[in-house]
């Protein structure tokens, strides 16, 4: 899992939601160290158990009242899956 992490963080050519503002994990980073959000990687378990399929990128979206990881995934039929997760709570709130 860690290396797919890593592996979504590397890939410059990733696919980004269009409709929000959004930016890197590295970016992320000083929020999880401040404690406004869970790291992507403290909630990959549920996200895993929710969505089949190799993460091929992850992005931390919205803003201090509503952010939002959205984790986008290659599902084993080649089809892309988009998980949106609460980055407060650690909640799975959507798969699309």
Same mark, same amino acid.
């Given at each position: 899992?860690?290396?797919?992490?890593?592996?979504?963080?590397?890939?410059?050519?990733?696919?980004?939601?269009?409709?929000?503002? /959004?930016?890197?994990?590295?970016?992320?980073? *000083?929020?999880?160290?401040?404690?406004?959000?869970?790291?992507?990687?403290?909630?990959?378990? *549920?996200?895993?158990?929710?969505?089949?399929?190799?993460?091929? #990128?992850?992005?931390? /979206?919205?803003? *201090? #009242?509503? @952010?939002? @990881?959205?984790?986008?995934?290659?599902? *084993? #039929?080649?089809?892309?899956?988009?998980?949106?997760?609460?980055?407060?709570?650690?909640?799975?709130?959507?798969?699309?």
């Amino acid at each position: 899992m860690a290396a797919a992490l890593m592996l979504g963080l590397a890939s410059g050519a990733a696919v980004r939601p269009a409709n929000a503002a /959004c930016i890197s994990l590295s970016e992320a980073r *000083p929020l999880v160290q401040a404690g406004t959000v869970v790291s992507l990687l403290s909630v990959l378990g *549920p996200v895993r158990r929710a969505v089949k399929g190799e993460m091929i #990128d992850g992005d931390l /979206c919205g803003g *201090p #009242d509503n @952010y939002r @990881y959205v984790v986008t995934f290659l599902g *084993p #039929d080649g089809r892309v899956i988009r998980a949106t997760i609460n980055a407060k709570t650690g909640e799975v709130v959507g798969v699309k």
